[in-house]
């Protein structure tokens, strides 16, 4: 059974950072595509950062909002991704999840659609 867990959100001031963690398990994690995704309240769902399979180069994406701030990797010998978020700002809040999708190719890393898989999610509210 494939399963997702996202973990580490919280509550942190402007210029703060938190570190997100999304275990897996059920599949081999290089085999996919992860991403991690926001929601805030009234809007559309949004790709913040991605990170394609290692057939396709584990190459990373960055929403603009996001990049120099935050940074997606792989921790294969722990079967998770994480997702730090430096230098946090109020506009980063938002649930985000984390999901996984396979054969997703690099123009679709950012599509919601492209993901087959998604963990609950995990609140992260930036404070004024």
């Known amino acids: 059974e494939v399963q997702l867990q996202a973990s580490g959100g919280g509550l942190v001031q402007t210029g703060g950072s938190l570190r997100l963690s999304c275990a897996v398990s059920?599949?081999?994690?290089?085999?996919?595509?992860i991403g991690w995704f926001r929601q805030a309240p009234g809007k559309e769902r949004e790709g913040v950062s991605c990170?394609?399979?290692?057939?396709?180069?584990?190459?990373?994406y960055y929403t603009d909002s996001v990049k120099g701030r935050f940074t997606i990797s792989r921790d294969n010998a722990k079967n998770s991704v994480i997702l730090l978020m430096n230098s946090l700002k109020p506009e980063d809040t938002g649930v985000y999840y984390c999901?996984?999708?396979?054969?997703?190719?690099?123009?679709?890393?950012?599509?919601?659609?492209?993901?087959?898989?998604w963990g609950q999610g995990t609140q992260v509210t930036g404070l004024q």
């Open positions: 990170i394609s399979s290692s057939g396709s180069g584990s190459r990373p």
């Open positions: 059920g599949f081999t994690l290089d085999d996919f595509a």
């Open positions: 999901a996984a999708g396979f054969g997703v190719i690099t123009s679709a890393l950012t599509n919601p659609h492209s993901y087959s898989y």
